[in-house]
């Protein structure tokens, strides 16, 4: 039978809740029962399947509440069940299909194995769908009888179906793609969390949408700049002056903006850009602000510039403490070793970093792969 044949009505309760479950997972169950409920099912499951070789596997599932695919699992298992198979797939997308419709005459013990397996775990009689989602990726639908009814499921029964499957594919691309979008986004807050520098995002007036991990603990520690009821506020109100001069400055403004604040006994650097425009009925224009003090914003690794530049052990330890602002002297002190011989591990990193000077080493570091690698929590708090 031809999938879509006749379409369902546009107010259909059933298609509310199907696409509502696309941005709450936890109702796929829920939709399922609703599914077996109307149509006299024991069983309903929907699957997301990607061929791989000559049979398919399963990426993404949801199935009713009553089902419990452990034993199936255990028993059958996608990589033992015939109904994936690659010829098998081919000849079901577009169309409502039962196992006869699937094997071949010849195929009868394959068949009778299967259905023999299945029963044995509370599965009759079998109907379902497949609709192709992209190269090599499909939406099945099946749903099972329980064991002992032999009823066929009705022809009102698979025109419901049939109507119902290009909306089953349709939630399943739209389930992955906003758990993909969450999972980038999670992905990506997690990475501005532990960004070096303070990440702060704000409107033209300071009220602030978002901070990073970073930003919150400059904010906090007392100095010039500071968070309060949501706004940013400079500590003098010359430097407040300042402040909401640069934000209002960058409304419009293609390029980034930069401002100096002294306060609070520290000097504060700040580059200011329009991350969000205002447009035609929307809110505020958004501004992200990039957030420095005087205060080293993260930390070296030791072990990156084993790899970069081949140092010892010894010689990246040095090197990270120069970066950090660290002198030969106070090095050697907290170390406990000689200063003579911090300055012969000084004389080997130069020779190997290719550099002459200590800021020229220092230079160098700044400009590796090392300095733009997310530091850890850990390595933040310590920095601090």
Known sequence: MPIDANPVPAADPFLLRLYKSCT????????????????????????????????????????????????YQASISDSGNPRLDRKRLHSSVGRLVRDEDLFDGDEWPIQQRLQQQLSALGYGRFLGGLISVGPGYYMALALHREVGDNGDFSDREKDRIAALLPHFAQALQ????????????????????????????????GHVLWRNEQALM???????????????????????QRLELALRRQVGRNAPGFVVL?????????????????????AEPLL????????????????????????????????????????????AVRRGVELSTVRYQLKQVLAKTGTRRQVDLVRRVLCSAAAYVVGSREQIVRCR
């Not at 992955?176 to 999670?186: G, L, N, P």
């Not at 100095?223 to 010359?238: D, F, K, P, S, V």
């Open 218 to 240: 400059s904010l906090t520690c007392g100095g010039g700049l500071r968070l309060r009821n949501g706004m940013l506020y400079a500590a003098t109100a010359e430097s407040q």
């Open 262 to 282: 002294d306060a609070g006994g520290r000097r504060w650097q700040l580059a200011v850009q329009e991350l969000q425009p205002a447009t035609v009925g929307s």
């Open 288 to 331: 992200l602000i990039a957030l420095t003090g005087d205060q080293p914003a993260g930390v070296i690794s030791a072990e990156s510039l084993v790899s970069l530049f081949e140092l010892t052990d010894a010689e990246s330890r040095l090197t990270s403490a120069l970066v950090a602002g660290s002198t030969l002297e106070e090095y």
């Open 24 to 71: 709450e997972p936890r109702r796929w169950p829920e939709i399922m029962d609703l599914l077996c409920a109307e149509l006299g099912a024991h069983s309903a499951i929907v699957q997301g399947l990607v061929l791989e070789g000559p049979r398919a596997a399963t990426f993404w599932m949801a199935h009713d509440s009553r089902t419990n695919l452990a034993p």
């Open 174 to 205: 739209l389930t992955q793609s906003v758990a993909c979008s969450r999972s980038a986004e999670a992905l990506l807050r997690g990475l501005l969390e532990r960004w070096k520098c303070g990440l702060i995002v704000c409107d033209a007036d």
